[in-house]
């Protein structure tokens, strides 16, 4: 049984830092309205009270896992990981919300608000214990997400981003609704933990109204990771949103989806019942379309940020490799994964905000010839680049390779194979854009705008996880490794 | 298994310490840039040299004396782990060299020196990891790492359909090496996860014959399974007809010294990963697969030289002559016999020297006419003459010709006559067929020589001057090559019987 | 005899260093280089010489061999063993060849310091000569198969670079490309041949092969279906067919002369062709087990008299004398498909040097025929005439030859060509098998006679038909380098240089019977005698042959019962008669037609004119070979294949995936613009709602759609319960 | 008698009209009207479930929550599709179909 309220948050510090953050941002943006003035400030804050989140979840990365607020919260070293790359990759995102025009200079604080909210959605999120909180923190994450793609006010596409992610979030939302009715109905509880020790012996009748109930349930889950076949949103989206923002999505909400999915799988479908072989199932199928799709998607795109966005749909179907195989090896590799996404997605997104800035678009074109221009951030999207499509030594390549580990320690060989074949597929168009930088000449003699020497060195810096990781990996996979779920 | 020697780390390397300071030069200092990696890779083949002559050729197996290794990710139980035995010796004494040579024949790049040399080391200092480790995981790193140099190689120095080569060349070497991704991690559970789980020489010796596996109701050897997929993945490379697609694009498209590099280092790496993981790892099911192997081996003999046959760009010619050399290569691995393990690896060797010698000769040519063409596409001669034009040019080209056709005192003869001989007992019927891809070897490459080296001299070939000492310089040392090893083999035969002759025994055994 | 690898190996190293010497300094020292090689085979000659008077005078023992190997490599790993021996075998029949292929080659040699000295790769001739003599040498002394084919592809490149001399030709590249390919037909097979013989004998030095032959490892061995014996001693005589320009791979002989005429005279006379016979000679065991020597007859016979039919119409002093190298080196299969063994090694001999002499001969007067006009040497007959005044050395010496290749008796190649005809002819009369054989073997000689006293009396006799060049060439004056090499090869064409008596069967003795010294030297191998036969090692030492020795002793009966003896000199006797009747009368018609003019050969064209048009094309086979196979088979083929394989197989199969996925893409296009615009939006029925199930990953951009998708997607799982 | 199954086909229907709405009425405002239907199936639902088989509160908290959530959501949806309305003066679903591959 969980702890007292009072003795509950100590333990859930990271997430009130992340919180006062949130509402000092709102008091300095009131404060300093229409005022040049609060940009300084609000970064400053923004950066501090991540800063310090994330420090805290450093330490609490190495403590035993508790649950907390009658047990409707757990708090375990899995969730802390999660939440770790979540919290680094709302800074990512702020930091290039600060050095892009393609949000409004006014509306840079507003950014970072609800940044600072949807993290905290996406933190309770992982570490939601029922399906209460599950919800609101979907939620939370879902609503200011629908705000944030229209942040660029006045523009259509951004505006019709929007709205089709507010409605597709609703739908979504209502149907998992509907499906937790159920499952609530049949189990007669909204808890997790509690539901864990039920599932492995239910009658049948009671399967029979679950399962279908569990799929309505991961309808919203799934919506959230943007897998096939619920995917459709996001390359809208995406493409509608302003880059920082889609930089924001392609991070936070995914790892956040993830991380509950995971627990989720690892909590209730962990046995051999016929709801978790249903639940597993789909979910492989899932995985192996979401890769296909969103790679073979890919390929034909003219904007990177849209390519990029099919290329997230295929890393969450590779992902999903990790939770289908039900195993701590399987968790091990989804957070490592995810770690080396969050510097290869950051560092990407980085570079084509600053296409974009300077040419207005970001289509293929425009990077042609970039390396005789701008040579290290062109190797650095060289690498991402490669590191993304899985080539080693870059961090890309042992990500896979640990996914690849853990499917195949089930024998899971065909999804081994799917998965790579689709990392062949996702190399060509990763290549294009190696191609287009590095074998054609540029079309114009413009410089990249705003590549100061903070900004390189910044996307250096970004890029050096990417190659490190993949050659010196061993500390990286030990934390990852130590990351558990509380109760299984 | 901690070895006291560091001389096989100093050889790995050696290339990337070279890519370090061709970084550090600034890129204004093209000479700067070029000497630099010269001596790196003199160094570098002084060291193969030195440990050819530290190597004991009566151990078969890996030289302990040489092995290093050190813990690399725990929990995995990968470690660096290198060593050299007589299948990757010879294999590594061709890159020292052929890379050597390549800086040389490579002084007259001037787009982008820095990049081209950095690159270049790169390369070579992948290459050889591939040929050092004994460590899977390693080993897979070191073979991936290699399409990055390469495609970089091929695509920015390329001829005019560079990319579409570089990206093709790229695109089918990962495919094969995504198979070979998962049998390593398969391969790694079989064992236990155990820290020689991914040692190359733990996993040998068939310690998966009698495993089964499952899949869709149906039961599965598991080592024909996972034999399957590291012969794609090798076969690629190779490549085995069907896969050879890449290689002409590749061959033809990329730059001379990368051409050689490709044909004289890389296709080796296909057959060396026979050599070294296939058929240690699954010996019954490369005996299974022998026939198989054999069979395309054959087609790939016939259908390279048929194919090459029809071209009419020189460069081509010499691509698919290559598919059809290293056919007999497959041959002498399908037979399972001392002899045509012995000759496909001095094949391996040789073709090494002879096909480098024909890509340098091409590249040599290029330099002066800027077409390869031996008949236009109007119909008209491309060359003609060229014996009258270029005498020393022509002398060496017939060397290298007559050395990659198969003749008698040149290094070609003596590994197809050992794979003829281990092949024949088994396979008659390939063997009589494959002997008209001989017949076939010659034909093409002697009308090629005809059209392009008798004859009048046309007036476009007038201005062409005959090798400058450099070209002559870095010729020199693989005329010698191909003539020494053609009469007296057995400097390189005697490195690797040993373990050539070990594998053979465990093959045997199944 | 004590022999010492230094008195053995010289005869091969020595031509062999000075062509490695010769190679490097050929650019700056021509002269030096030209010297450094005749110099090296006369040595060569002269220990050729040594081994040669102590096997003939020396033991007279028709078994004696020297045989010593050492190991090349040892690729040899725990129980499995591999070991390539190379080495050296001695006996009588290579001591003939060391000294007939010095002898001649050192002739040669020493023409062409005069041929070629104006040439601008004087130098560079000599180089590939001295190569082309080493091959050869080391052909001669292989005591293995492999080192053989080894040798044999050398000569063959030798023969590929001296054809294509004149690089500058266009015909030249033509022809050396042909002399290499067809002959490398041959060599593939002589391999495939010595793959066979290994796996049955793990090993192929002549007296293992000899060994197994004797102790039946032959028998119940099979190599696709047929028995091995014959499969082995059929692709080695393929080997022989290529080399020696058999029919049906005799086309790239002719074509040969477009190298320098002493290289003609190397090729045709003491090397490269010599090599097949020889080598069809040392395997006769197995041919002869294989049951092969029919085949052997019947191809020896149609190449000596289709080559005699051709060279009855050939205009080219040279190609007259091509021909005729074709015809004589089938009358050698001949006698191995007859089993006159002797004789046809004899004939190898004497053809070597009277044909050795004809060409130089030949060289001799293309040489001094300049043409002004065209700057070139002039080798039509047509144009000759009347030369004999103007080249008496010449004339005398080519006199000589031709009267021996006709088989005029007295000479050599009577003494050898009869026997061969006559044991033919036994053959014949034994087997009915062997009467097509004999019969054209027999019509060849008529035709040879005639076409050889066609080229003289054209050459030298009669007036000369082109006044204007005749007139330009100087007088034959004696000089050592150009009639020294004629003169004393045309004085062995003597048939006493070889058999003691005219016929070479014993009738009509002129000398003693120890002048029958190459009849008691050179006799079938007695395989039987290899049963117990072991190797030895390479050394320094002096090895003895494991033989008894017994003085070989002429035995005029053949070792013969006295009546089959009786029978076999009956026949001989009766060839014999036949041969020189057969002979004058191939002269008389030569000089009834040329000298006389009695009988006019444009009838006798006009009278065949179809055939003559046949003969003119060589029966056509060139046409066929390059026309038939090579241009309308082989480029055809290739280039389909080359065709398939980028055109279709690496556009289609391999790229193709990028294009499905293109033409999926603009279906998917198509079907949004058509399908949904038109129909879904107007009526949302539920076969429209089936149709976008398809479209699940169609971006369409519209929302509802993707909240179908949603539905369906549970619909469809929960079916799937 | 007003069982369980009477409650579950009403919030089966309400929840089957929800996704009907959504996916036939081409008016944004419907659309949302859609969602609401829908999650007020489910909040039906839960009140259903806790009024016939379990007896605890858990259930009430949701449908109490659904309906504060629901409230915030269509209060931003509105808002978004107030922006959209501004821009495009439509509020038909298919004119927002700028955004497509």
Not at chain 1, 95 to 108: G, N
Not at chain 1, 204 to 232: E, N, R, T, W
Not at chain 3, 57 to 80: C, M, P, R, T
Request: aromatic content about 14%; hydrophobic content about 55%.
């Amino acid at each position: 049984m969980g702890l007292n309220y009072l003795v509950s948050l100590g333990h859930y510090v990271p997430e009130l830092i992340v919180c006062i953050t949130m509402f000092s941002l709102i008091l300095i943006e009131a404060a300093h309205d229409k005022d040049a003035t609060s940009k300084p400030l609000i970064g400053l804050t923004s950066f501090i009270g991540l800063i310090s989140a994330f420090v805290i979840l450093v330490l609490n990365l190495s403590k035993p896992g508790l649950s907390i607020f009658t047990n409707s919260i757990v708090i375990d070293s899995f969730g802390t990981f999660a939440k770790i790359i979540m919290v680094l990759g709302t800074l990512g995102a702020i930091y290039i919300a600060e050095q892009s025009s393609d949000i409004y200079q006014k509306l840079k604080s507003e950014f970072s608000i609800m940044a600072m909210g949807v993290l905290v959605g996406g933190m309770l999120l992982t570490s939601a214990n029922n399906m209460l909180l599950l919800y609101i923190g979907l939620e939370t994450l879902s609503i200011l997400s629908y705000v944030m793609a229209t942040l660029k006010k006045n523009n259509e596409r951004s505006g019709e981003a929007g709205l089709k992610y507010s409605l597709y979030g609703g739908i979504s939302a209502g149907i998992m609704l509907f499906g937790m009715s159920h499952v609530f109905g049949v189990l007669g509880t909204i808890n997790f933990s509690e539901m864990a020790t039920m599932i492995p012996n239910l009658t049948s009748d009671q399967m029979l109204i679950l399962i279908p109930s569990f799929l309505l349930f991961f309808v919203g889950l799934g919506y959230k990771i943007a897998c096939v076949p619920f995917h459709m949103w996001s390359p809208d989206v995406y493409e509608g949103s302003p880059i920082p923002v889609t930089a924001f999505f392609a991070i936070v909400p995914k790892i956040a989806g993830m991380a509950v999915i995971a627990r989720l799988t690892m909590l209730l479908f962990n046995n051999d019942s016929l709801l978790s072989v249903s639940w597993i199932g789909a979910l492989s199928v899932m995985a192996a379309l979401t890769m296909t799709v969103g790679n073979i998607s890919a390929i034909g795109q003219r904007s990177v940020k849209r390519m990029l966005a099919y290329s997230s749909i295929g890393h969450a179907g590779v992902m999903l490799l990790g939770i289908v195989v039900v195993s701590e090896i399987g968790l091990r590799s989804l957070l490592f994964y995810a770690f080396t996404y969050l510097f290869m997605t950051l560092v990407a997104f980085y570079i084509v905000s600053f296409v974009n800035d300077t040419y207005g678009n970001d289509h293929f074109d425009r990077f042609s010839g970039l390396i005789y221009k701008h040579p290290i951030m062109t190797i650095s999207m060289i690498i991402v680049m490669f590191s993304l499509a899985g080539i080693p030594p870059l961090s890309g390549f042992v990500a896979k390779f640990n996914i690849f580990s853990a499917v195949v320690a089930k024998k899971y060989y065909v999804l081994a194979i799917i998965a790579g074949i689709n990392s062949v597929i996702s190399l060509y168009y990763y290549m294009k854009i190696i191609r287009l930088m590095v074998f054609k000449t540029s079309e114009s003699e413009n410089m990249i705008l705003g590549l100061t020497l903070r900004n390189q060195l910044i996307i250096g810096a970004l890029t050096v996880p990417v190659v490190t990781l993949g050659v010196f990996w061993e500390k990286i996979i030990g934390v990852a490794e130590q990351a558990t779920l509380l109760i299984q | 298994m901690h070895g006291s020697s560091h001389l096989l780390n100093w050889i790995l390397w050696m290339p990337f310490i070279g890519v370090l300071g061709n970084l550090i030069i600034p890129s204004k200092k093209a000479n700067a840039i070029r000497w630099w990696s010269l001596i790196n890779t003199a160094i570098t083949f002084i060291l193969t040299l030195v440990l050819y002559k530290q190597f004991d050729t009566s151990v078969a197996g890996m030289q302990e004396a040489f092995n290093f290794s050190i813990p690399w990710i725990k929990q995995f139980n990968i470690f660096y782990t290198v060593g050299v035995d007589g299948i990757s010796l010879p294999m590594i004494l061709l890159t020292g060299l052929l890379f050597f040579i390549c800086i040389l024949s490579s002084w007259t790049v001037e787009k982008s020196v820095k990049g081209y040399f950095a690159l270049f080391l790169f390369l070579q200092g992948s290459v050889m990891g591939v040929f050092l480790s004994l460590d899977f995981f390693l080993f897979y790193v070191f073979w991936e790492v290699m399409l990055i140099p390469m495609f970089f190689l091929i695509g920015i120095w390329g001829g005019e359909n560079r990319e579409y080569a570089a990206v093709k060349f790229f695109l089918y070497t990962f495919f094969g090496s995504i198979l070979m991704l998962v049998g390593m991690v398969a391969l790694y559970y079989a064992k236990g996860k155990g820290v020689d789980a991914f040692n190359i020489l733990a996993l040998s010796g068939g310690h998966f014959t009698d495993l089964k596996l499952s899949m869709f109701g149906t039961e599965f050897s598991f080592s024909k399974l996972f034999f399957v997929f590291m012969f794609i993945g090798f076969a690629i490379k190779v490549p085995v007809f069907p896969f050879h697609t890449w290689l002409p694009h590749a061959h033809v498209q990329a730059p001379t010294a990368v051409s050689v590099i490709l044909a004289g280092v890389l296709l080796k790496m296909g057959t060396y990963g026979f050599l070294r993981i296939a058929y240690p790892i699954f010996p019954a099911a490369s005996v299974h697969f022998a026939d198989c192997i054999a069979w395309l081996g054959l087609i790939n003999v016939i259908y390279g030289a048929f194919c090459a046959m029809a071209q009419t760009d020189v460069k081509k010619l010499v691509a698919y002559s290559s598919v059809s050399h290293m056919g007999f290569v497959m041959l002498g691995l399908a037979a399972m016999t001392i002899q045509g393990m012995n000759g496909a690896v001095l094949q391996m060797f040789n073709h090494g020297t002879s096909t480098a010698m024909m890509f340098l000769l091409i590249g040599i040519l290029y330099e002066r006419s800027h077409h390869r063409w031996i008949v236009r596409p109007d119909g008209s001669k491309g060359f003609g003459g060229l014996y009258t034009q270029l005498p020393k040019f022509s002398i060496v080209f017939i060397i290298a010709m007559f050395a990659s056709m198969g003749l008698p005192g040149l290094s070609g003869f003596i590994s197809e006559a050992l794979i003829f001989l281990g092949i024949y007992e088994k396979y008659t019927t390939i063997t009589v067929l494959a002997l008209l891809g001989l017949l076939l070897g010659a034909a093409y490459l002697l009308w090629m020589f005809k059209r392009m080296f008798f004859g009048d001299v046309i007036e476009e070939c007038k201005s062409y001057t005959d090798m400058n000492k450099r070209e002559i310089a870095y010729m020199l040392p693989l005329c010698v090559a191909v003539i020494v090893f053609g009469i007296y083999p057995s400097p390189i035969l005697n490195i690797m019987k040993a373990s050539v002759g070990k594998l053979v025994t465990l093959l045997g055994t199944y | 005899m004590d022999y010492t690898i230094w008195a053995i190996a010289p005869i091969v190293l020595l031509p062999f260093f000075a062509f490695v010497i010769n190679a490097f300094i050929v650019k700056k020292f021509t002269k030096l280089a030209v010297t450094i090689s005749c110099a090296a085979i006369l040595g060569s000659f002269g220990f050729a010489s040594k081994v040669f008077s102590d096997f003939v005078f020396g033991k007279y023992a028709e078994d004696y061999h020297i045989h010593k190997v050492f190991n090349w490599f040892d690729l040899s790993y725990g129980s499995q063993i591999f070991k390539l021996d190379m080495g050296i075998y001695i006996d009588n029949m290579t001591a003939v060849m060391l000294f007939m292929v010095t002898g001649v080659a050192s002739l040669i040699h020493i023409f062409s310091t005069y041929y070629m000295a104006e040439d601008k790769r004087f130098g560079r001739f000599f180089v590939y000569m001295s190569l082309f003599t080493s091959a050869m040498l080391g052909l001669v002394l292989s005591d293995n198969l492999l080192s053989v084919f080894i040798f044999w592809e050398l000569m063959g490149f030798c023969s590929y670079s001296l054809i294509g001399f004149y690089y500058e030709k266009e015909g030249a590249g033509n022809a050396s490309m042909k002399a290499f390919m067809t002959t490398r037909i041959g060599d593939v097979f002589f391999l495939l041949g010595i793959l066979a013989i290994w796996s049955v004998v793990g090993n192929v030095t002549f007296v293992d092969i000899y060994r197994a032959i004797s102790d039946g490892s032959f028998n119940g061995a099979f190599a696709l279906g047929i028995p091995l014996a014959t499969f082995a001693g059929f692709s080695i005589f393929m080997g022989t067919i290529g080399k020696s320009a058999q029919f049906p791979l005799q086309v790239w002989l002719p074509d040969a002369m477009f190298g320098p005429t002493p290289c003609s005279a190397l090729i045709h006379a003491a090397t490269m062709v010599a090599a097949g016979v020889y080598l069809s000679l040392r395997m006769y065991p197995l041919m002869d087990a294989g049951n092969l020597t029919t085949l052997i007859a019947y191809i020896g016979g149609i190449t000596a008299f289709g080559a005699a039919t051709i060279a009855l119409v050939q205009t080219d002093i040279k190609a007259v004398l091509a021909y005729s190298t074709i015809s004589q080196l089938g009358y050698m299969v001949l006698g191995v498909g007859v089993g006159s063994y002797n004789a046809a090694f004899m004939h190898l001999i004497t053809h070597a040097v009277f044909k050795a002499c004809l060409f130089l001969s030949a060289g001799s007067v293309i040489h001094s025929l300049h043409d002004h006009h065209t700057h070139e040497h002039v080798q039509d007959m047509p144009r000759m005439g009347g030369l004999r005044k103007k080249m008496p050395y010449t004339f005398w010496a080519m006199m000589f030859c031709t009267l021996a290749i006709a088989g005029v008796p007295f000479f050599s190649g009577f003494v050898s060509k009869d026997r061969i005809l006559g044991d033919a002819l036994i053959m014949g009369i034994a087997s009915k098998s062997y009467i097509i054989p004999a019969l054209l073997g027999f019509a060849g000689a008529l035709l040879t006679a005639f076409y050889m006293f066609r080229m003289m009396f054209l050459t030298f006799f009669g007036e000369p038909r082109d006044k204007d060049l005749y007139d330009h060439t100087k007088k034959e004056t004696f000089s050592l380098n150009r009639n020294f090499p004629l003169l004393l090869l045309s004085v062995f064409t003597l048939g006493v240089f070889f058999s003691g008596s005219l016929t070479g069967q014993g009738f009509v003795k002129v000398a003693g019977e120890r002048y029958e010294w190459f009849k008691v030297l050179i006799t079938k191998p007695k395989v039987e005698k290899f049963a117990s036969y072991e190797r030895q090692p390479w050394g320094n030492t002096d090895i003895k042959s494991n033989f008894q020795l017994s003085k070989a002793e002429y035995d005029p009966t053949y070792g013969l019962p006295a009546k089959e003896a009786h029978h076999v000199h009956h026949w001989h006797l009766v060839g014999a008669l036949i041969s020189i009747f057969i002979a004058f009368t191939g002269i008389f018609i030569a000089y009834m037609m040329y000298i006389k003019k009695a009988w006019n050969p444009g009838r006798w064209v006009s009278m065949f004119t179809r055939w003559y048009r046949a003969l003119q094309n060589k029966y056509y086979f060139d046409d066929f070979y390059i026309g038939g196979i090579i241009k309308k088979g082989l480029l055809p083929l290739n280039n389909l294949l080359a065709y398939i394989d980028m055109g279709l197989y690496d556009r289609y199969a391999v790229d193709g995936w990028e294009k499905v996925n293109r033409a999926f893409f603009t279906v998917a296009k198509w079907f949004d613009n058509i399908v949904v615009d038109t129909v879904a939006v107007d009526g949302t029925g539920a076969s429209v709602r089936l149709f976008n199930v398809v479209l699940r990953m169609v971006q369409s951009g519209k929302i509802q759609l993707y909240f179908m998708i949603i539905v369906f997607t549970l619909v469809g799982f929960i079916w799937t319960l | 008698m007003i069982t369980l199954s009477s409650y579950l086909m009403i919030s089966l229907a309400l929840f089957l009209s929800g996704l009907v709405v959504m996916i036939s009425r081409k008016n944004i405002i419907a659309i949302l009207l859609g969602i609401e239907l829908i999650l007020n199936a489910a909040a039906l639902n839960f009140v259903a479930y806790t009024r016939f088989v379990n007896d605890n509160i858990e259930g009430h908290i949701m449908s109490l929550f659904i309906i504060v959530i629901a409230a915030a959501e269509a209060a931003v949806g509105l808002g978004i599709v107030i922006r959209f309305f501004q821009m495009r003066e439509s509020i038909h679903i298919d004119d927002a179909a700028q955004l497509q591959s």
